[in-house]
């Protein structure tokens, strides 16, 4: 105690006991939890820098790594010693120091959010009192989940026993739940009016009695902003939101409904005031009066019939129904915060933090429970309190005292058995099956209908049964006992000091928050938090576990997994009971010591040995630090860790001791000498075996590319072979088809293939065709790449004769004489055609393409040439139109035009004419001309530039006119 109060005057709140913390509350702000302090324990040995809350959950992290175990941090103490701000400032460091392994943005996300929901739980599960500005009302477990790499996955929260009496009911100087205040004081004015609610919190029955005026350390106009921003930031909607909201108001107005004699039975006063509530709620109107009113009763048939309910019961339903709205909402909200705390990961699934973890996920609690309280009238919700804290006490000696003394003596180590202040006959009398007084507690529920005659139920049952329990006493069972009212008291002695505990309401407050009626209620509810409530069936729906059942077996499952998890302990203290800063009681924190065992917990550790390994566990662990066991060693585990310590430790021998089985270390110091050895060793590992991976690595590297040289070579020979073949084989198919997919290397053969078989493919066509259609057939191969999308009618299904007017006798007379003059010696095309003249005057001709030249004859005259014929080597373009005219426009050099329009009707010869032409440029060698496909030509016949224009009419034979100054038109028959 002494020690405590030195190190108090010198504001330092916190001091070790071995891994244990004690912790003092200073009753003010300090300035000890920064992020500069934060990390300068990041890592750190425990005892290389003074006490810190920092310190223990820097090390329950990395154990948890290390052993890859779940590892808890167990917060105890009285109420009022400071366990909710321990609690928010070990999960500040844990969701700092964690690694990450996801997006920034989810990980910043799941930073805020661990930070945040301790503070959003107090809004809905703390409230003042006397003694405390922010009491918890509620217990939970707030986890971490992190991988085998130290990255968070993720969170859990788990919730115990809200007191949910206070919501209705409270003692003098007791305020309700801080979000009641919150919402009154800090909501805008569009929400209170929309929720009709007023600022005044005396203006509401179940905010009365308790202290109505502002409290100096709480705000709650900005404590209320503060819930608003951490539900936004958590993901929680703004439809949820106002929910919320909506049931806290219903409670609110709940509060306010007063009932009226009715006949035998009540009424509600105020119905317009029920019409609020069933529309916050969403239930209807008369489904919420009957639910107020009447009562259920089961007449001598069987069959169930409601009664109006007399006003007392029509009270205590009511109030039944506000914690019951409360209850549910609380739980609702740590579910959504649950789900919100559970991320899918990338490339697997969600971690659902279960009771079943996978192997490769840790999970670091804090575990902050109610701490031990003693009031004036103390009832059920103390006993439970008080329960839990007596659990924890239980595990605490446990797990510190008990259980090393006894594994010292299995071990064969020598030790005098240190005694100390056992509390497990206390938690027998609550645990016990039989005669325990939570089983009477139920039994005396169920046996009476009438709640008074329950309560004088479950005191008769105590006094017959634990009367001589060492842990017990009444005025019954003890008359001397003069604090006791008789018939109305029971005593039991706590770890911390006896309570004296009044019957009234333990069986009310022990029955289900959620009867059959109110079950009913909520599945018709359709306001969005009430609705989610999971009802297996409205017909027939079974009451559900006891408030008592429910909270013990939460306790013991807690308790029992705590035994499996590797266990830390903070032990709050509160330095006096007026909460005055920089002043220490010093018989208060001597009688707290006194009941939390530290006296004991410090001798066993000044005498004990609390850190112990296996032989084989710590063979397999330390062996590479010591060079006669590492990498080979052929002695038994108990060998090697002799060896081990004899190199490493020399001078340690009193503080390390060899049982049967494990090795016992005095401090941890000596375990954190052997982890920086480790540390130190492993860099050398890691450098062998990187070496010798490498190593290893490029000669099998060296293999596989030499044996993978030789298949690729052997495998690309085989390839060419086998593409040679498909294309071979495919060459030498006659019929068109898909020819092979081969690699990129072999493109160039693949084509020339193709061009080969497609020439000889071309050949053998070729040579089936007559002698006398391949010159026909040739010209129309040329013609279909002229005029091929750009003039449909091109007479490609005529029969192309070249020399159309060889039937007529003069014609070929006179060819003959045109050949000796003109010196040509084949005549490739002749036909008749509509000649302009540069008078502009249309002339009836006969075109003669030879070989070289384009001369036009007048029939009308035997068909003699009046003019020299046109050389095609000074050709320069031809023009002919898209549609189904025959015009042909010829340049030449030196601005020679030649325009005529075939004449005959029933054949397309334009096609056949372009094409020849070409035919017999490409025999002369010479370049192609240009070929123009317009709708309107431009010539200049008369020296000038003029338009050619078509115009389709119902007329016999084509004609030039001229139709403007510089317009010609060729008036073509439709």
């Known amino acids: 105690c002494r020690c ?202 179940y905010l009365r009695p308790g202290d109505q005026q502002q409290l100096q350390n709480i705000n709650d106009k900005s404590d209320f902003k503060f819930v608003e921003m951490t539900m936004c930031l958590a993901g929680i909607e703004q439809a949820q939101q106002l929910a919320i909201w909506s049931v806290v108001a219903a409670i609110l107005h709940l509060g306010q409904v007063k009932f009226d004699r009715y006949d035998t039975g009540a009424s509600v006063l105020n119905l317009p005031l029920i019409e609020v509530i069933s529309k916050q709620i969403g239930v209807p109107f008369d489904d919420l009066e009957i639910y107020l009113c009447f009562k259920v009763l089961q007449d001598e048939f069987g069959k169930l019939v409601q009664h109006r309910a007399p006003i007392d019961e029509a009270i205590r339903q009511r109030d039944n ?33 279960t009771a079943d973890f996978d192997k490769s996920v840790r999970r670091i609690s804090l575990v902050d429970l109610y701490g031990f309280e003693k009031q004036e009238a103390s009832s059920f919700e103390q006993m439970y309190i008080n329960y839990s804290a007596e659990k924890l006490q239980n595990f605490f000696l446990w797990h510190t005292i008990k259980r090393n003394q006894d594994e010292y003596v299995g071990e064969q180590l020598p030790w005098q058995e240190e005694c100390f202040r056992d509390n497990t006959a206390t938690c027998d009398l609550f645990d016990d099956s039989q005669v325990g007084v939570f089983t009477f507690l139920d039994r005396s529920t169920e046996d009476q209908m009438d709640l008074e005659s329950a309560d004088k139920c479950f005191l008769d049952l105590l006094d017959e049964n634990v009367d001589t329990h060492q842990s017990y006493s009444s005025r019954q069972a003890d008359p001397g006992d003069t604090i006791l009212c008789p018939f109305l008291d029971f ?17 009310s407050k022990n029955r289900p928050v959620l009867d059959t009626r109110t079950r009913q209620l909520f599945a018709k509810c359709s306001n969005v938090v009430l609705r989610e409530y999971d009802v297996q069936s409205v017909a027939e729906v079974t009451p559900g576990s006891s408030v008592g059942v429910e909270f ?63 032989y084989a566990e710590f063979f397999r662990r ?56 480790r540390e130190e060793a492993l860099k050398t590992v890691i450098v062998t075996v990187q070496r010798a991976w490498r190593r290893h690595t490029a000669r099998r590297q060296l293999k596989l590319s030499i044996s993978s040289r030789r298949i690729a070579r052997c495998y690309r020979r085989f390839c060419k072979r ?149 050389e095609l080597s000074k050709l320069i373009s031809v023009t002919f139109t898209p549609g189904t005219d025959q015009l042909v426009v010829l340049k030449f050099k030196h601005n020679t035009e030649a325009v005529f329009v075939f004449s005959d009707l029933q054949q397309d010869y334009v096609g056949e004419f372009v ?7 490409a025999k002369l060698s010479l370049p192609c001309p240009r070929v123009l496909v317009l709708p309107t030509v431009e010539t200049s016949l008369t020296g000038s530039s003029m338009t050619l224009e078509v115009d389709y009419q119902f007329r016999q034979n084509p004609q030039f006119v001229k139709t403007a100054s510089r317009i010609i038109t060729l008036l073509w028959p439709a």
């Open 552 to 614: 013990r077996n939460s306790v013991r499952d807690l308790v029992d997994g705590l035994k499996t998890q590797d266990a830390y302990h903070v032990r709050c203290i509160k330095p006096n009971d007026t909460r005055t800063p920089n002043y220490m009681d010093e018989a208060r924190v001597c009688q707290q010591i006194e009941h939390l065992g530290l006296r004991e917990t410090i001798l066993v550790a000044k005498r004990g040995y609390p850190y112990r390994m296996t």
């Open 321 to 353: 129904l506000a914690q019951a709205l409360y209850v549910h909402m609380f739980d609702w909200l740590v579910h959504k915060l649950n789900s919100l705390l559970q991320p899918s990961i990338s490339s697997s699934d969600p971690v659902a933090f």
């Open 622 to 677: 330390y062996r590479m630090i010591c060079r006669s066991t590492f990498p080979r060693f052929r002695g038994t585990p108990l060998a090697g860790c002799r060896q081990i310590v004899a190199e490493r430790l020399p001078g340690e021998a009193t503080s390390i001791v060899f049982g049967r089985r494990k090795i016992f270390f005095k401090s941890l110091r000596l375990r954190d000498n052997l982890e920086e050895f």
């Open 4 to 205: 405590l109060k030195n190190r108090f005057k010198n504001s330092t709140f916190y001091t070790y006991i071995n891994d244990i913390v004690v912790s003092v509350n200073p009753f003010r702000s300090v300035k000890l939890y920064a992020s500069q302090d934060a990390d300068s324990y990041r890592g750190r040995r425990m005892f290389e820098k003074p006490p810190h809350l920092f310190a223990l959950a820097d090390l329950a992290y990395r154990e948890a790594l290390r052993s890859n175990k779940d590892a808890c941090v167990l917060i105890t103490g009285e109420s009022c010693s400071g366990k909710t701000v321990v609690c928010k400032v070990m999960m500040r460091y844990l969701a700092r120091a964690v690694g990450s392994s996801r997006s920034p943005q989810e990980d910043g996300r799941l930073r805020k959010l661990l930070l945040q929901i301790g503070p959003l739980l107090d809004a809905f599960g703390n409230a003042a009192g006397v003694r405390n500005d922010n009491s918890s009302r509620f217990g939970k477990d707030l986890s971490v989940a992190v991988d085998f790499r130290g990255q968070l996955l993720g969170g859990h929260i788990r919730h115990f026993l809200l007191e949910r009496t206070r919501v209705t009911s409270r003692s003098a100087g007791n305020r309700n739940f801080h979000i009641f205040y919150q919402l009154l004081r800090g909501s805008s004015d569009a929400l209170m009016k929309s929720l009709q609610l007023k600022r005044e919190a005396s203006s509401y029955s």
């Open 491 to 507: 005593k039991i002695v706590h770890f911390a000091s006896p309570v004296v505990y009044t019957i009234s309401g333990f069986s």
């Open 722 to 870: 086998r593409v040679l073949s498909l294309i071979q084989t495919r060459y030498q198919q006659p019929t068109a088809g898909p020819w092979p997919t081969v690699p990129s290397e072999f493109d160039l053969l693949l084509d020339l293939g193709k061009r080969l078989h497609r020439r000889q493919h071309f050949s053998r066509a070729i040579e089936r065709i007559p002698d006398e259609q391949r010159v026909a057939i040739r010209l129309k191969t040329i013609g279909y790449g002229i005029f091929f999308g750009k003039r449909q009618y091109w007479g490609y299904s005529n029969v192309w004769g070249g020399n159309h007017l060889a039937g007529n006798p003069a014609f070929r007379v006179q060819s003959e004489k045109l050949k000796k003059q003109w010196k040509f010696c084949e005549l490739l095309f002749s036909a008749d055609t509509v000649k302009i003249n540069s008078h502009l005057k249309s002339r009836d001709r006969v075109i003669v393409l030879t070989e070289s030249t384009v001369l036009f004859a007048d029939p009308s005259q035997g068909f003699a040439a009046k003019k020299s014929p046109l």
């Open 915 to 921: 094409s020849t032409l070409m035919f017999a440029l």
